[in-house]
């Protein structure tokens, strides 16, 4: 019975130690109106601004964008959350 258990136990503990190495956002992060490279929360920030100050695209280039990537979903009555973006990754559930 013991060593039935040993490999879930290697895999819990690799599991846990692999978790605390996500990288975990403050309340300063969060509140900062200035930085728009993550959008870390419903709003992007505290204040819900939803506003990226982010100057990439502007009224000069905006006619140049084009679709980059898209997926197909089961149901879209299904997607009822704020996609998330944290380094470059989107979250989406």
Not at 42 to 68: D, F
Not at 86 to 92: A, S
Request: charged fraction near 20%.
């Amino acid at each position: 019975m013991k060593s039935a258990l040993r490999p879930f136990c290697g895999a819990l503990v690799i599991a846990l130690l692999g978790g605390g190495a996500t990288h975990a956002f403050d309340a300063a992060e969060l509140g900062d109106e200035k930085r728009g490279k993550n959008w870390l929360t419903h709003g992007r920030t505290h204040s819900e601004q939803r506003h990226s100050p982010l100057a990439e695209i502007n009224a000069e280039n905006v006619g140049g964008l084009s679709l980059a990537w898209s997926v197909e979903l089961p149901d879209a009555r299904q997607l009822v959350s704020t996609t998330l973006a944290v380094d470059g990754i989107l979250y989406v559930t």
